[in-house]
């Protein structure tokens, strides 16, 4: 019970398909490697387009009388926030952290040369590309040198 009104089946299903829209759409913009304006304008224009529709759909009781005020209902609720923070964090936690790992100590070769790139330091960049190389060779099996 939160300020004289109980939650139900409603309420709890519009928090988790929020949760769950919110979540693909960031886990969407974690594996994202090139950002530019038409995945910002995706990304962040479905995030904005859901609220918009949830929004639009509970202000209408004559068109959708089981969603009205739901909006304001679920978006007041602390609970909410508390879960949105959990849920999202929780999900999106284990591919952060993959990428960071992967980047790390298995970095592709466009990733050593963007870093390359931001340290400009060519020389380092040439012997880092051989060793990709050669580090590549051997997980094939091969101990050949390239």
């Keep these: 019970v939160y300020?004289?009104?109980t939650y139900g089946l409603r309420i709890m299903g519009n928090m988790v398909s929020t949760f769950a829209?919110?979540?693909?759409?960031?886990?969407?913009a974690t594996f994202c490697?090139?950002?530019?304006?038409?995945?910002?304008?995706?990304?962040?224009?479905?995030?904005?387009v859901y609220v918009m529709i949830f929004l639009v759909e509970s202000?209408?009781?004559?068109?959708?009388?089981?969603?009205y005020f739901m909006f304001f209902l679920v978006v007041s609720n602390?609970?909410?926030?508390?879960?949105?923070?959990?849920?999202?964090?929780?999900?999106?936690?284990?591919?952060?952290?993959g990428q960071y790992v992967k980047r790390q100590f298995y970095p592709d070769d466009w990733q050593i040369l963007q870093?390359?790139?931001?340290?400009?330091?060519?020389?380092?960049?040439k012997e880092d590309i051989r060793a990709v190389e050669a580090a590549k060779a051997k997980r094939r099996g091969g101990d050949e040198e390239p």
């Excluded at 829209?21 to 969407?28: C, D, E, F, G, S």
């Excluded at 490697?33 to 904005?48: D, E, K, P, Q, R």
Aim: glycine fraction near 4%; proline fraction near 4%.
């Design 3 to 5: 300020s004289g009104r």
């Design 21 to 28: 829209i919110m979540t693909v759409i960031l886990k969407m």
């Design 33 to 48: 490697n090139l950002w530019n304006i038409f995945i910002h304008a995706g990304i962040w224009g479905s995030l904005f």
């Design 59 to 67: 202000l209408f009781y004559s068109l959708f009388p089981l969603q």
């Design 78 to 97: 602390p609970n909410f926030w508390m879960m949105f923070l959990l849920v999202v964090i929780i999900c999106l936690t284990p591919d952060v952290f």
């Design 115 to 125: 870093e390359a790139e931001h340290f400009k330091n060519v020389d380092k960049l």
